[in-house]
Protein backbone atom coordinates (compact mmCIF):
# COMPACT_ATOMS: atom_id res chain seq x y z
CA UNK A 1 0.00 0.00 0.00
CA UNK A 2 1.21 3.80 -0.71
CA UNK A 3 2.97 4.98 2.55
CA UNK A 4 4.71 8.70 3.00
CA UNK A 5 6.63 9.10 5.88
CA UNK A 6 7.97 12.86 6.92
CA UNK A 7 10.66 13.61 8.49
CA UNK A 8 12.66 16.20 10.12
CA UNK A 9 10.66 18.82 11.58
CA UNK A 10 11.31 20.43 14.82
CA UNK A 11 12.19 23.81 16.99
CA UNK A 12 14.34 26.41 15.01
CA UNK A 13 15.13 29.63 15.52
CA UNK A 14 14.15 32.75 12.84
CA UNK A 15 16.68 33.04 10.26
CA UNK A 16 17.26 29.12 10.55
CA UNK A 17 17.35 26.41 8.22
CA UNK A 18 15.28 22.50 7.93
CA UNK A 19 15.20 20.16 5.66
CA UNK A 20 12.25 18.02 5.71
CA UNK A 21 12.35 14.53 4.49
CA UNK A 22 9.39 12.58 2.38
CA UNK A 23 9.89 8.60 2.14
CA UNK A 24 7.71 7.01 0.06
CA UNK A 25 6.71 3.54 -0.89
CA UNK A 26 4.30 1.48 -2.23
CA UNK A 27 3.97 2.94 -5.73
CA UNK A 28 6.13 3.91 -9.03
CA UNK A 29 7.58 6.83 -7.23
CA UNK A 30 9.21 8.23 -10.04
CA UNK A 31 5.96 8.11 -12.13
CA UNK A 32 4.00 10.76 -9.91
CA UNK A 33 4.96 14.52 -9.18
CA UNK A 34 4.82 14.89 -5.35
CA UNK A 35 3.92 17.78 -3.35
CA UNK A 36 4.69 19.11 0.31
CA UNK A 37 1.52 20.92 1.99
CA UNK A 38 1.19 22.73 5.40
CA UNK A 39 -1.30 23.56 7.63
CA UNK A 40 -1.01 26.13 10.54
CA UNK A 41 -3.13 26.37 13.89
CA UNK A 42 -6.57 27.86 13.06
CA UNK A 43 -5.49 27.74 9.04
CA UNK A 44 -6.29 25.72 6.21
CA UNK A 45 -3.97 23.69 4.74
CA UNK A 46 -1.66 25.05 1.47
CA UNK A 47 0.08 23.83 -0.72
CA UNK A 48 3.58 24.73 -0.63
CA UNK A 49 5.66 23.29 -3.54
CA UNK A 50 5.70 20.77 -6.06
CA UNK A 51 7.99 18.69 -8.19
CA UNK A 52 7.43 16.91 -11.47
CA UNK A 53 7.83 13.32 -11.76
CA UNK A 54 11.28 14.06 -13.59
CA UNK A 55 12.64 16.10 -10.84
CA UNK A 56 12.79 18.98 -13.64
CA UNK A 57 9.48 21.03 -12.97
CA UNK A 58 8.78 22.77 -9.70
CA UNK A 59 6.43 25.24 -8.59
CA UNK A 60 6.16 27.46 -5.22
CA UNK A 61 3.46 28.96 -2.92
CA UNK A 62 4.34 32.67 -3.01
CA UNK A 63 5.44 33.00 0.55
CA UNK A 64 8.24 30.35 0.25
CA UNK A 65 10.01 31.44 -3.17
CA UNK A 66 13.49 32.48 -3.03
CA UNK A 67 13.79 30.77 0.33
CA UNK A 68 12.07 26.73 -0.13
CA UNK A 69 13.92 24.35 -1.96
CA UNK A 70 11.91 20.86 -3.48
CA UNK A 71 13.86 18.21 -5.05
CA UNK A 72 13.88 14.64 -5.16
CA UNK A 73 15.69 11.54 -5.62
CA UNK A 74 13.94 8.92 -7.61
CA UNK A 75 16.49 6.27 -6.66
CA UNK A 76 15.70 6.46 -3.16
CA UNK A 77 11.99 7.21 -3.25
CA UNK A 78 12.44 10.75 -1.38
CA UNK A 79 11.52 14.30 -1.62
CA UNK A 80 12.61 16.82 0.44
CA UNK A 81 11.65 20.43 1.44
CA UNK A 82 14.51 22.84 2.04
CA UNK A 83 13.63 25.42 3.98
CA UNK A 84 16.15 28.69 4.54
CA UNK A 85 15.41 31.97 6.24
CA UNK A 86 12.56 30.65 8.48
CA UNK A 87 10.36 32.97 9.78
CA UNK A 88 7.59 32.40 12.54
CA UNK A 89 4.98 32.20 10.09
CA UNK A 90 6.20 29.05 8.61
CA UNK A 91 5.43 27.00 11.71
CA UNK A 92 2.99 24.81 10.69
CA UNK A 93 2.58 20.92 10.38
CA UNK A 94 4.00 19.77 7.12
CA UNK A 95 2.62 17.22 5.10
CA UNK A 96 3.49 14.97 1.89
CA UNK A 97 0.93 13.97 -0.78
CA UNK A 98 0.86 11.90 -3.55
CA UNK A 99 -1.99 11.55 -5.96
CA UNK A 100 -1.91 7.88 -7.24
CA UNK A 101 -4.44 6.54 -9.99
CA UNK A 102 -6.76 9.26 -9.04
CA UNK A 103 -6.42 8.82 -5.38
CA UNK A 104 -4.63 11.08 -2.76
CA UNK A 105 -2.48 9.96 0.23
CA UNK A 106 -0.91 11.84 2.64
CA UNK A 107 1.79 11.45 5.32
CA UNK A 108 1.17 12.35 8.84
CA UNK A 109 2.73 15.46 8.82
CA UNK A 110 5.97 16.42 10.60
CA UNK A 111 6.06 20.03 13.10
CA UNK A 112 8.10 22.92 12.36
CA UNK A 113 7.99 25.64 14.78
CA UNK A 114 10.18 28.42 13.89
CA UNK A 115 10.68 30.59 17.22
CA UNK A 116 12.58 32.79 19.18
Known amino acids: QVQLVESGGGLVQPGGSLRLSCAAS????????MRWYRQAPGKERELVAL????????NYADSVKGRFTISRDNAKNMVYLQMNRLKPEDTAVYYCRAVVQVREYWGKGTLVTVSS
Open 26 to 33: GFTFSSYT
Open 51 to 58: IGSTGTST
